[in-house]
C-alpha cells in the first residue's frame, strides 16, 4: 500500500485546510478492516498524532486539535482527509498520512495516536500557519 498526500500550503492564522491521502494499492483490507490516521512533525519535535479513524468509523483527536479538526474517509475513492479549520501557529508542521491492520483496532484500544500501530507512512504534505 502506497499512501501520498496533498493539499498542503500556507495560510493565515484562523484559515482552513483540507489534506488528503490518496492509497495505491490493495487497499481493501485497510478501509474495510484496518485503521488510519494522520500525523505531524515539527522542526526539532516529535511526531505527534493528531486524528485517527477505523474501518467502523471510530475517531480519536488530539486534544490539540479536538473541534477544529475533523477526520474521514472515503472508502470507494481509498482517500483519507483532514479538515482543518481555525488553524494556527503552533500547527504548522509536516503532516503525514498513515495506515495499519493489527488487532484490536488502536482507536478502541486508545493508542491510535501513537505511531507504532502505523505500517505504512506517506512522504508527508507541508502546513504552515502564519501569525
Known amino acids: 500500500v502506497q499512501l501520498v498526500e496533498s493539499g498542503g500550503g500556507s495560510v493565515q492564522f484562523g484559515g482552513s485546510l483540507r489534506l488528503s491521502c490518496a492509497a495505491f494499492?490493495?487497499?481493501?483490507?485497510?478501509?474495510?478492516?484496518?485503521?488510519m490516521g494522520w500525523f505531524r512533525q515539527a522542526p526539532g519535535k516529535e511526531r505527534e498524532g493528531v486524528a485517527c479513524?477505523?474501518?467502523?468509523?471510530?475517531?480519536s483527536y488530539a486534544d490539540s486539535v479536538k473541534g477544529r479538526y475533523t477526520i474521514s474517509q472515503d472508502n470507494a475513492k481509498n482517500a483519507l482527509y483532514l479538515q482543518m479549520n481555525s488553524l494556527k501557529p503552533e500547527d504548522t508542521a509536516m503532516y503525514y498520512c498513515a495506515a495499519g491492520l493489527s488487532r484490536p483496532s488502536p482507536v478502541v484500544g486508545g493508542n491510535c495516536l501513537s505511531t507504532g500501530p502505523y505500517t505504512h507512512w506517506g512522504q508527508g504534505t507541508q502546513v504552515t500557519v502564519s501569525s
Open positions: 494499492g490493495y487497499t481493501y483490507s485497510i478501509y474495510y478492516m484496518g485503521y
Open positions: 479513524i477505523d474501518a467502523d468509523g471510530r475517531t
